[in-house]
């Protein structure tokens, strides 16, 4: 994943500037091109939109959908939202958190499901999401944008080994698609 620098960083974010396009939208935009939301930025934006840049770094930090950091090459989000909890969303949200070591919001480096030494790059990095719009499917999450429904601890593990086991892994930087469309590429079905 690219550094992006200050002068890229103007760049950046003169490709996503439109006459009266709110933040978020450019958010949107700087994070599907770059992959995350480059501190750099924040000066660029607070200039443009007559901003302070407390405001537009608290803006930020306020949805957890922005990353101010590269992601890991596994990104791994789980429905924290009211029917997935009801579904045992938290239970495995705590799996997965023992299974990689790290908490959500964080970075882990795993091999074949266990969290490695701590030597070894990171490769995966757990978030938070509110909602995919998949409640009847619930608990759900996505690997690397790939939506899978009615998680158990063990489908997990078995999904996280395929995925680590996997020579190229897809870029966490792919913008989003629709759920529907990313439940059948997976051979998953209600
Ligand atoms: S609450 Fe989890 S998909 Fe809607």
Redesign the pocket.
Known sequence: MLKIETIQAEDLVARHMRPGLPLLSILHGIQAEAGYVPPAVIGSLAQALNLSRAEVYGFITYYPHFRTAPAAPVVIQV?R????QSMGAEALAQHIERRTGCRFAEHAAVEHGSPSSGATQAQVSLEPVY?????AL?P?MTINQRVHARVTPQKFDALLAGVLSSPAPLSPSLKPSHAAESLSAAGETA
């Not at 939202?81 to 997935?84: G, I, L, V």
């Not at 909602?131 to 409640?135: Q, R």
């Open positions: 429905c939202a009211e029917a997935c909602c995919l719009g998949l409640c619930s759900v």
